[in-house]
């Protein structure tokens, strides 16, 4: 049900192999070996609802100060937006090849 497939050789990768999202940009297919991280649209996407529901929540219920909404937005997106973002789909990650 919470399979998304890869990118590069269309198998499922599920939950639980995906969860090293959560603290990595990127991580390696385990039936092809190819580099996967998640849409950025959906990480952009994601980030905006987040905190758009849970400003207006904070903002209806608690009737709380700007400054303390942003704040409180901020750090609730950047805590839990990695668990939620492991739910989208895959993009291939292009390995960028520097020779200086």
């Not at 999202?21 to 998640?38: A, D, E, F, K």
Request: aromatic share 12%.
């Amino acid at each position: 049900m919470l399979d998304v497939q890869c990118p590069h050789c269309q198998k499922a990768l599920s939950l639980r192999q995906r969860k090293g999202l959560i603290l990595q940009p990127s991580i390696h297919c385990i039936h092809c070996n190819g580099l996967v991280r998640i849409k950025q649209n959906s990480v952009f996407l994601n980030s905006w609802f987040l905190g758009t529901i849970f400003g207006i929540t904070m903002q209806l219920f608690l009737n709380s100060s700007l400054p303390f909404i942003i704040c409180t937005v901020l750090f609730v997106g950047f805590v839990f937006q990695p668990f939620i973002d492991i739910l989208y789909s895959l993009e291939p990650e292009e390995e960028d090849d520097f020779d200086f």
